[in-house]
């Protein structure tokens, strides 16, 4: 029977936690740290990042595991938009987040290949008003003249990763790397950074949507740190 690539990823991936909830030697944990920036025209993404992998085969090669990490991001004329192609225009977003996701990556002898995705966690940042645009005409539903007006709005607050692109909620990121080690302890690390910004409006508005989102492709250059176990 064949089996869908994501199962044998999660499944890859579930078999580490078990493992590293078990005692262990060092030698078979990974753990590190990912300091760097993903850029775009009009957008920046600082970035941290931990993880601790286990590798699966004897030799090192394939490894899985999760990572805790904290991101910025910042944009300037953003169009965010809701679930019936509502759109709400904003100058400038700013939004922090702190997510847990899971890892997975090849490491060859000074150079790891990998994939990261976050799965849930919590976003935050300040107000900011944006213009919102509906596709709809004023009609009699729309009482209160809402389809060409300024809202107010905030990062959406809880974060999670749900099955299917238009699903997913809040602030999250997925990205594509390599890692180059330069020595035993540090790193250089370049990837393309796949990231969800999502706002919630304060009231609901035409068809009782309140988070508008956009999503941004970035590149990413940063420095890598091996840790201790």
């Known amino acids: 029977m064949k089996k869908n690539p994501t199962f044998l990823l999660f499944s890859l991936v579930l078999s580490s936690f078990t493992a590293l909830s078990q005692p262990l030697r060092n030698s078979r944990v990974v753990t590190g740290l990912d300091i760097g920036m993903g850029f775009d025209q009009k957008k920046l993404m600082p970035s941290l990042q931990f993880y601790q992998l286990l590798k699966i085969d004897k030799r090192g090669i394939f490894q899985a595991g999760y990572h805790i990490g904290f991101a910025r991001f910042m944009s300037q004329e953003a169009n965010l938009t809701g ?64 389809h060409r007006t300024l809202q107010p709005a905030k990062p959406s607050g809880g974060n999670l990763q749900l099955i299917g692109k ?38 609901a508005l035409l068809d009782d949507q309140r988070r508008f989102g956009f999503e941004s492709r970035l590149i990413y250059v940063g420095l890598a740190f091996a840790l201790p176990n």
């Open 83 to 146: 679930k019936q192609a509502d759109t709400l225009q904003m100058r400038q977003t700013s939004t922090m987040a702190l997510n847990f996701g899971l890892k997975a990556q090849v490491s060859l002898k000074w150079v790891d290949f990998g994939v990261s995705a976050d799965l849930f966690g919590v976003s935050f940042g300040g107000q900011r008003t944006g213009y919102y645009l509906s596709t709809k005409a004023f009609n009699k539903i729309d009482t209160l003249n809402l």
């Open 166 to 203: 238009k699903n997913a909620l809040g602030n999250l990121s997925t990205d594509i790397y390599a890692r180059v080690w330069l020595s035993r302890q540090v790193g250089l690390k370049v990837g393309y950074v796949f990231n969800l910004t999502q706002y919630r409006t304060d009231r």
